[in-house]
């Protein structure tokens, strides 16, 4: 279930953009840290892969910073735990 829901993912925000096969790495790179740091899941009551994984919602809210990725395609706040 979780790791087909994120090459799922992957797999639809991938087919946006034209990579080259020597950026890839670095782009995958940014797609986890987007995943799991900054996208709310809904099956995670809104929390991200990392605060489940550290056992708590992050705290920081008002250190919030916008990111964006990929043009535009990855996108939202990263919360500092």
């Given at each position: 279930?979780?790791?087909?829901?994120?090459?799922?993912?992957?797999?639809?925000?991938?087919?946006?953009?034209?990579?080259?096969?020597?950026q890839l790495q670095h782009e995958l790179e940014i797609y986890r840290s987007w995943y799991n740091h900054v996208r709310p899941h809904q099956n995670l009551n809104g929390l991200t892969p990392a605060e489940i994984w550290l056992g708590r919602p992050s705290k920081n809210q008002h250190h919030a910073s916008w990111v964006s990725a990929w043009h535009g395609v990855l996108c939202g706040y990263y919360v500092p735990g």
């Amino acid at each position: 279930g979780r790791i087909e829901r994120f090459f799922g993912t992957f797999k639809q925000m991938f087919r946006q953009l034209d990579f080259n096969g020597c950026q890839l790495q670095h782009e995958l790179e940014i797609y986890r840290s987007w995943y799991n740091h900054v996208r709310p899941h809904q099956n995670l009551n809104g929390l991200t892969p990392a605060e489940i994984w550290l056992g708590r919602p992050s705290k920081n809210q008002h250190h919030a910073s916008w990111v964006s990725a990929w043009h535009g395609v990855l996108c939202g706040y990263y919360v500092p735990g």
